[in-house]
C-alpha cells in the first residue's frame, strides 16, 4: 500500500516537475474522455468515422514528423558539409532550392502535392488508400523538413563556434563521426525531439487544413480526389458542418451547449480533436525545451 | 564579513559543501584550485547571484532566502561589485562601452578617468576609441573587455564610504590580460585596498600573481590572504597557501629534453604568415630587426609567446590547416605545406597521425555529453580496449582513473580533470609533433607537475612539442634560451 | 574597376549577398512554376484522350449520371469489373462527374471567356485580389509583431514574478492556507482561489481559441458575423491558427534565454532595477504592455527587452511565412469569392494550372518581399549596432 502511495507521489512529482508529461498525459485523458462520451452520444457509424480520422491524422503526421527528420538531417549535413569543403556551387544550388522551398507558404506546397496526387490517382499510379495517404505524408514533409535542417545547421554552426569539431579533427577523428554521432546523436537529439515534437502540430494542422480546403471543394462537386478520411475532411463534411455551425447559436442561447454536446457530435469531436491536439502538442514542446533548458545560451 | 558556511545541491545531488569559505573584509583573498570545483559558484552564492529555482543553497545554515534578506547581506551585495569569467558574455552587445561603463550606481562615480588611464597604461587615446564601440565577440579583445570589467569594479569601489561595506569578487580577472597588464592590474587593486573598507576575492589559477604580490608588495602581508580550496573525498575543503610553495617549485624547474641540439627539425614555419588580414613574423628577443624561422626540433620542446589578443592561437590553428591563410610555407616532418592546399591534405596525412593539438578550452573541446571511454573513440591507430583506455589515464590521473571513471560522463568531472583528459587524448596518439595551445590551463600546482612530467616523457619518446602558453614563469624555465620565440603581428590592409 | 549599382552602396556584403540570393529564387521559381505549367499545358492532349475516354461514358445509352440511382448502379458495375480498386473507381466517377461539370458549368461558361488558359486580360484582376491579399498580410503582420512583443513581455515579467500559472497560484495559496491553519485560525481564501481558478479557465479558453484553425472559428461564427469583410479577415488571421501564439511563445524564449546571459548579471551588480512587481518603485511599469517604443529606465529589463527585440527581427520571416498560409487557408476554407486564394483553389479544382501558378508565384512574391524587408531592416540594426 505504501509503495504504491510512494509511487503515485513520485509519478505526481515528476508530471508537476516535467510540464510535457503533464501535457501528453492531459492529451491522452482528453481523447479518452471524448472517446468514452463519443461512445454513449454519438452513433455508432459517425463515431467510427472520428476514431478512423484521427487514426489516420496521427499516423500521417508521424510519418511526416519521420520523414522530416530523415530529409533534414540529410540536407542539413549536406549543408554543413559543403560549406566546410567550400563546395560553393553545389552548396549555392542547395540554397537556391531550399530558399525556394522556404519562400513558398507550406500550405501551397501541400496544395501542389495533392494536384500531383490527383494526376497520379488518374494515371492509375497510386491506387490504394494506404498509397495515397503516403503521398500526403511525403508532401507534408516536403513543407515542413527544412525547419529540421535548419535545427541541425544551426547546432552544427554552434559547435564549430566552439573548438569542438577543430579539436576533434586534429585527433585524427572522421569528419562524419564527428558530425553525425558527436555533435547530433549526442549533443542535439533533445533538441531535434524539441523540434518533432513542434512539427507534428505543424503537420497535423497542414494536413487538416488542406484536407478541409480540398473537401469543401467537394460540395461544388469538383474535388481533386478522394483522399482517405482525416480529421480535415472529417470536419469538412456537410454533417460537421453544421454542427460547426451551430456553435453559433451559443451566443444567443448559452444553454445550447447541451444541444451541442450531444446533437452535434461528429463535427464538435472532429474539431476538438484538431484543436485539442494543436494545443496539447504546444505545450508538450514548450514544457520540454523547458525542463531540457534547450532556449538557454 | 567571515568566512562563509555554504552548501549547495542540485537535483538533490551535492555540488558544494565548504565551510570557511575565505572572505574578509579588508583583506584582499586570493583563491587557488583546480578549475571546476566550486570556487566561483561559491562566489556567485554569497553575492546572491545564483538562480535559487534551480538549486539548493543554503549560506552559514540558513536558506538562502533568510540569508538573501540578512541587512548586512543586503548592504554588502548592493555595494559590491562582481567582475565575472568571460568578459565577453558579460557586456551587453547592444550598448557601448562607455554606456554600461557609467550606468546605475557606476554613474555617481568620479575616478573614472584615472582607473582607465592605469588600466591602459596611459594611452587614454586608445581607450577612448575602444569605449565607443559596442562590444561584439572579436572587437574589442577579450584583454580590453576584462579590463573595462575591472574599470566597474574600481569605480564601485571607489563609491563605498567609511563605515559600510561592500563584497568585491574578480574572477580569473587577469586570463586574457598579458604580463605587463596583469601587474598594472594587480597594482591598481593594492592601491585601492587600503581606501575601501571592501572584502576583495580575487579567484585566479594564475600563480605568477603570488610573485608580483610578494616581491613588489611585501608590505601588504596582513592585508593579503593566501588560500587555496581543493577537494577531499568529495567535499570541497580551504586550506592556507604558501607563496613559497610556488617561487620553491618554479625555481626548481629545469628544461626539458637533451642538452645537445639535435640536427632533425621536425617542424618549420617561415616569419610572414599572413592570415585573417594579420601579418605574423617570429623573433628571438623583443625589438629584434630579424625575423626567424620557427623551428621545432625531435624531442625538445619550443615555446612561442606574445602579448594577449595577437594570435597566437591563430598561428597553431593556422600551421594545423584549420584556417586558410592568405600566405603561409610550413614544413611538417618533411612535407611542404602552402596556401595551395586544401584541407584533405592535412585530413589525410596530418591531423592524428603527423601532428596533433591539444586545445586550450578542455570545455568546447571535450564532448561534454560523452561518457569518458568514448573520448577515446574513433582515434587513428588507437584501440580502445578498458585495459588501455585505463592505461593512458593512469598517466596523469593516479587513483581517479580506477573502476567506474571510464562511464562517468564527462560534465561531471572538473576542470582540471578535463584538462588532463584533453591533454591524454592528443598523446596517445603519439604524434611526431604536439602543438599545445595554454596546457597548464585551469590546473593548480600538483597536476601541473603532473602534465609537466608527461611532456618530459613525450619529448624522451622523440616527440617535438610546440606550446604556447602565458604562464611565462614556468614555460622559459623548462625551456632552453635557443627554442623560445616571440611572435610579432600587425594588421595589414584597411 | 566595376561599380557595384547604386542600390547596393552602403549595404553590407553580407546584406548584398542575401538580396543576390533572393533574386536568385525569384528567378527559378519563376522559371519552375513557368515549367510546371507548361509540362501541364504539354499534357493537355492526353488530358484530351481522357476526356474522349470519359466521353464514351457519359454517351452510355440509359445512364444519367445526375440521377443517384442510376450513379449508384454504375458505381456497382465497376465494382464489379474492377474489383478491389475502390479509389481508382471513385476516381473514374469523379472524373465523369468533372467532365458534365465542365461541359455544362465549365469556368469558360461561367467567367464567360473561352480560353482555358491564362490571358493578359486576368491579370488585373488578379493585381486587385493581390492587393488585397496584401493589405491584410501587412495590417495582420504589424498586428502580429506588436502584439507578440507585448504578449512575450508580459508572459516573461509574470514567470519572473513567479506567478506564471492561476492553477499553481491556487494550489499555492491553498498550500499556505493549510500551513497558516496549523498554527492559527484562519479562513479560507475562498475569493482568492476562485479568482485564480477563473482566470486559469479564461486562459485555458483564449489559449484554445488562438490555437484553433481559422475555419473551425470562422464556421462557428459564420451565422452571425460576416466573415468575408476585411478587418474580420484580419481579425481571423492575428487570432486563430497559432500564429500570435507561437509568435509571442518566440519572444518569450528570447527574454528567457537572454535572461540567462552574463551582461544580465553585470546589470544587476551595478545596481539596475531587477524587481518584476507591476508599477512597483523598482518594478516594471504596466505601461511597456501598450506603449509603441519602449522606455524602461534604469531596469535590467531594459538589457533584455532590447536584446530580445533584436533577434526577435529575423524571426518575422519564419512568422509572416507562417502568417500567409494562415490567410491563404482563411480564404480558401470560408470559399470567398473574389479572393485571390479562393481563385487559386478554383484555378486549381478546374485545372487551370498555368493562372494557378500565376497566382502562387504572386503569393511567393508576398513572402518573398517580407524576407527582403526583413533582411535590410536587420542589417540596418546590425550596422547601428557595430555588427
Not at chain 1, 148 to 167: C, G, H, M, N, Q
Not at chain 2, 188 to 194: F, R
Not at chain 2, 428 to 436: A, D, F, G, P, S
Request: overall charge positive; some cysteine; aromatic content about 10%.
Amino acid at each position: 500500500m505504501d509503495s504504491s502511495r510512494q509511487f503515485l507521489r513520485q509519478s505526481l512529482g515528476l508530471i508537476r516537475r516535467r510540464k510535457e508529461l503533464a501535457w501528453f498525459c492531459m492529451w491522452c485523458a482528453g481523447i479518452g474522455c471524448l472517446f468514452l462520451w463519443d461512445e454513449i452520444f454519438l452513433n455508432a457509424p459517425a463515431f467510427d468515422r472520428v476514431r478512423a480520422a484521427l487514426f489516420n491524422t496521427l499516423v500521417s503526421g508521424a510519418g511526416a514528423v519521420f520523414l522530416s527528420l530523415v530529409l533534414g538531417w540529410a540536407s542539413g549535413a549536406a549543408f554543413f558539409l559543403l560549406e566546410q569543403r567550400r563546395a560553393r556551387y553545389s552548396f549555392a544550388l542547395l540554397s537556391l532550392v531550399a530558399n525556394a522551398i522556404r519562400s513558398l507558404p507550406q500550405v501551397v506546397l501541400v496544395l501542389v502535392g495533392y494536384v500531383l496526387l490527383n494526376q497520379l490517382i488518374l494515371a492509375e499510379i497510386i491506387r490504394s488508400e494506404t498509397a495515397q495517404l503516403a503521398w500526403v505524408t511525403v508532401t507534408v514533409s516536403v513543407a515542413v523538413f527544412l525547419e529540421v535542417s535548419d535545427t541541425i545547421r544551426s547546432r552544427l554552426e554552434y559547435f564549430r563556434s566552439l573548438e569542438f569539431i577543430d579539436a576533434m579533427l586534429c585527433c585524427g577523428i572522421s569528419e562524419s563521426r564527428i558530425i553525425h554521432r558527436e555533435i547530433l546523436w549526442r549533443n542535439s537529439r533533445e533538441h531535434l525531439l524539441h523540434k518533432l515534437i513542434a512539427l507534428f502540430g505543424v503537420a497535423i494542422f497542414l494536413q487538416c487544413s488542406v484536407d478541409f480546403i480540398v473537401s469543401v471543394g467537394l460540395s461544388t462537386n469538383v474535388s481533386l480526389s478522394n483522399v482517405p478520411l482525416t480529421l480535415g475532411s472529417l470536419l469538412a463534411s456537410v454533417d460537421s458542418k453544421q454542427d460547426i455551425l451551430a456553435l453559433s447559436n451559443l451566443f444567443s442561447d448559452p444553454a445550447y451547449i447541451t444541444e451541442i454536446v450531444v446533437r452535434h457530435l461528429q463535427g464538435v469531436s472532429a474539431a476538438f480533436c484538431i484543436v485539442f491536439t494543436l494545443v496539447c502538442f504546444f505545450m508538450i514542446a514548450n514544457g520540454y525545451a523547458r525542463s531540457r533548458r534547450l532556449n538557454g545560451p | 564579513m567571515k568566512p562563509f558556511e555554504i552548501s549547495i545541491a542540485q537535483d538533490g545531488r551535492p555540488l558544494i559543501a565548504v565551510a570557511g569559505y575565505p572572505v574578509a573584509e579588508g583583506v584582499l583573498t586570493i583563491l587557488f584550485g583546480e578549475s571546476g570545483i566550486g570556487k566561483s559558484l561559491s562566489a556567485l552564492a554569497v553575492a546572491g547571484l545564483v538562480e535559487p529555482a534551480e538549486l539548493t543553497i543554503s549560506v552559514d545554515r540558513e536558506s538562502y532566502a533568510h540569508y538573501l534578506a540578512r541587512g548586512d547581506v543586503r548592504e554588502y551585495r548592493a555595494s559590491g561589485f562582481f567582475v565575472f569569467q568571460e568578459p565577453s558574455s558579460h557586456l551587453n552587445p547592444l550598448m557601448t562601452l562607455r554606456r554600461q561603463l557609467n550606468e546605475g550606481s557606476l554613474a555617481r562615480a568620479t575616478n573614472e578617468p584615472d582607473v582607465i588611464r592605469r588600466l591602459w597604461q596611459g594611452n587614454e587615446q586608445e581607450a577612448a576609441s575602444i569605449l565607443d564601440v559596442y562590444p561584439k565577440p572579436y572587437r574589442p579583445s577579450g584583454g580590453e573587455k576584462q579590463r573595462v570589467l575591472a574599470a566597474m569594479a574600481f569605480k564601485k569601489m571607489s563609491l563605498l564610504r567609511p563605515g559600510s561595506s561592500g563584497f568585491f569578487v574578480f574572477d580569473e580577472p587577469t586570463a586574457s590580460l598579458d604580463n605587463r597588464l596583469r601587474d598594472e592590474f594587480i597594482d591598481l587593486l593594492v592601491d585601492y585596498l587600503p581606501q575601501a573598507p571592501a572584502a576583495v576575492l580575487l579567484i585566479t589559477h594564475d600563480y605568477s600573481i603570488v610573485a608580483r604580490l610578494t616581491r613588489r608588495h611585501a608590505r601588504l602581508s596582513g592585508k593579503v590572504a593566501f588560500k587555496e580550496m581543493y577537494l577531499v573525498r568529495g567535499k570541497q575543503e580551504v586550506r592556507d597557501f604558501e607563496p613559497r610553495e610556488y617561487l620553491g617549485w618554479v625555481s626548481s624547474l629545469k628544461p626539458l629534453g637533451p642538452g645537445t641540439a639535435p640536427a632533425e627539425f621536425v617542424l618549420r614555419v617561415a616569419s610572414g604568415m599572413r592570415v585573417l588580414s594579420r601579418s605574423y613574423r617570429f623573433v628571438r628577443k623583443e625589438g629584434d630587426a630579424n625575423a626567424a624561422t620557427l623551428t621545432v626540433y625531435k624531442g625538445r620542446m619550443t615555446y612561442l609567446k606574445g602579448g594577449s589578443g595577437l594570435g597566437k592561437t591563430t598561428v597553431l590553428k593556422t600551421i594545423m590547416g584549420l584556417f586558410e591563410p592568405e600566405k603561409m610555407v610550413v614544413e611538417i616532418g618533411g612535407r611542404r605545406f602552402t596556401r595551395e592546399n586544401r584541407r584533405k591534405d592535412w585530413s589525410r596525412s596530418v591531423w592524428g597521425r603527423k601532428m596533433t593539438m591539444v586545445f586550450q578550452h578542455a570545455d568546447e573541446a571535450l564532448n561534454q555529453r560523452a561518457l569518458v571511454r568514448d573520448v577515446f573513440g574513433g582515434l587513428p591507430g588507437f584501440e580502445s580496449s578498458e585495459r588501455n583506455m585505463l592505461d593512458a589515464l593512469a598517466k596523469l590521473f593516479d587513483a581517479e582513473a580506477e573502476g567506474s571513471f571510464l562511464n562517468r560522463p564527462v560534465y561531471t568531472l572538473s576542470g582540471g580533470q578535463k584538462q588532463r583528459l584533453n591533454l591524454v587524448r592528443s598523446m596517445i596518439l603519439q604524434t611526431e609533433i604536439l602543438l599545445l595551445d595554454e596546457p597548464l590551463s585551469g590546473l593548480d600546482l600538483k597536476a601541473s607537475a603532473k602534465v609537466i612530467h608527461l611532456l618530459e616523457q613525450q619529448l624522451a619518446r622523440g616527440s617535438a612539442i610546440l606550446v604556447v602558453s602565458h604562464n611565462e614563469d614556468i614555460f622559459d624555465a623548462l625551456t632552453r634560451p635557443e627554442d623560445v620565440y616571440l611572435l610579432e603581428g600587425h594588421k595589414e590592409g584597411p | 574597376m566595376t561599380r557595384p549599382p547604386d542600390f547596393l552602396v552602403g549595404l553590407s556584403d553580407s546584406l548584398k549577398g542575401r538580396l543576390v540570393s533572393h533574386a536568385a529564387g525569384v528567378v527559378f521559381v519563376a522559371v519552375a512554376l513557368a515549367g510546371f505549367a507548361l509540362s501541364f499545358e504539354a499534357n493537355a492532349p492526353a488530358e484530351s484522350a481522357q476526356e474522349r475516354h470519359l466521353e464514351s461514358y457519359l454517351e452510355l445509352n440509359g445512364v444519367d449520371f445526375g440521377d443517384p440511382l442510376d450513379r449508384a448502379l454504375f458505381r456497382e458495375s465497376l465494382d464489379r469489373f474492377y474489383p478491389g480498386q475502390a479509389a481508382r473507381n471513385d476516381s473514374l466517377l469523379q472524373a465523369i462527374d468533372d467532365a458534365r461539370v465542365r461541359r455544362w458549368s465549365g469556368p469558360g461558361l461561367r467567367r464567360g471567356d473561352t480560353n482555358r488558359g491564362f490571358s493578359p486580360a486576368l491579370l488585373p484582376e488578379i493585381a486587385w485580389q493581390f492587393a488585397q491579399f496584401l493589405l491584410v498580410y501587412i495590417l495582420a503582420l504589424l498586428g502580429i509583431y506588436f502584439g507578440a512583443e507585448r504578449l512575450g513581455l508580459y508572459r516573461f515579467v509574470k514567470w519572473k514574478q513567479g506567478r506564471e500559472s492561476y492553477l499553481g497560484e491556487s494550489i499555492r495559496i491553498v498550500r499556505e492556507y493549510r500551513h497558516a491553519r496549523a498554527n492559527s485560525r484562519v479562513r479560507f481564501p475562498k475569493g482568492a482561489v476562485a479568482l485564480d481558478i477563473l482566470k486559469a479557465l479564461g486562459k485555458g479558453i483564449l489559449t484554445t481559441l488562438f490555437f484553433s484553425p481559422a475555419y473551425v472559428i470562422a464556421y462557428a461564427l459564420k451565422t452571425s458575423v460576416d466573415t468575408s469583410s476585411l478587418p474580420f479577415m484580419i481579425l481571423l488571421a492575428l487570432v486563430s491558427n497559432g500564429v500570435l501564439i507561437q509568435a509571442s511563445n518566440r519572444f518569450f524564449e528570447l527574454l528567457v534565454a537572454e535572461d540567462r546571459k552574463g551582461y544580465v548579471r553585470t546589470a544587476t551588480v551595478k545596481n539596475l532595477h531587477t524587481s518584476y512587481e507591476w508599477n512597483a518603485k523598482e518594478g516594471v511599469p504596466v505601461r511597456v504592455l501598450y506603449r509603441i517604443s519602449q522606455n524602461l529606465g534604469p531596469h535590467v529589463l531594459r538589457h533584455l527587452y532590447e536584446n530580445a527585440r533584436f533577434q526577435f527581427i529575423p524571426a518575422m520571416k519564419e512568422l509572416g511565412s507562417f502568417l500567409v498560409t494562415g490567410l491563404v487557408i482563411i480564404e480558401m476554407a470560408l470559399n470567398i469569392q473574389g479572393r485571390l486564394s479562393y481563385n487559386l483553389l478554383q484555378q486549381i479544382l478546374f485545372g487551370r494550372y498555368d493562372v494557378a501558378c500565376v497566382i502562387i508565384f504572386s503569393i511567393f512574391l508576398a513572402v518573398k518581399g517580407t524576407e527582403v524587408f526583413v533582411d535590410t531592416w536587420h542589417d540596418f540594426e546590425r550596422r547601428r549596432y557595430g555588427f
